[in-house]
């Protein structure tokens, strides 16, 4: 265990996250995602939920200052609604961390998983929340100051 990194992110997410570079993204799926049949790799984050993930890990991660968008989620399909909480509980992570990250932008179901295809990595969670998908954009890490 080390000391100010949340016991939620396991040994080999850190390293994920450390292999990344900006520009990169990262997905947090929901129990449901086709995870494995889209391609990168994945890595598995049984019985979490994607806001508490998103809380641990968003003190080391940057998002991309550089894009429109670095948080995507995935639309509702046509009849379909959405739980308003479930974006709540990921801005108000995201919130704590980095406020001054744009709104969470939302892309068509089957574009999802197409962006998803080129991802470096996904994180199959235990988060069983209706459209609980969510696709972070890793941005430059600053310099300490």
């Known amino acids: 265990m080390l000391k100010g990194i949340s016991p939620l992110l396991s040994p080999e997410l850190l390293k994920v996250l450390s292999e990344m570079g900006h520009g990169d993204e990262i997905v947090f799926s929901d129990a449901h995602f086709p995870a494995h049949s889209l391609g990168p790799q994945v890595l598995r984050a049984d019985g979490l939920k994607v806001a508490e993930l998103l809380d641990a890990l968003l003190p080391l991660f940057e998002l991309d200052a550089y894009v429109d968008s670095p948080l995507i989620m995935m639309a509702p399909v046509p009849g379909d609604e ?17 406020p001054a990250t744009p709104p969470i932008a939302r892309i068509d179901r089957f574009a999802f998983y197409e962006r998803t295809k080129s991802a470096y ?14 696709l972070l ?3 430059v890490t600053p310099l300490p100051r």
């Not at 959405?82 to 980095?98: C, K, T």
């Not at 994180?123 to 609980?132: C, D, F, N, P, Q």
């Open 82 to 98: 959405l739980d308003p909480a479930v974006e709540q509980a990921y801005r108000a992570a995201v919130d704590r961390h980095a």
């Open 121 to 134: 990595a996904i994180v199959l969670t235990g988060e069983t929340a209706k459209y609980g998908n969510i």
């Open 137 to 139: 954009k890793k941005g």
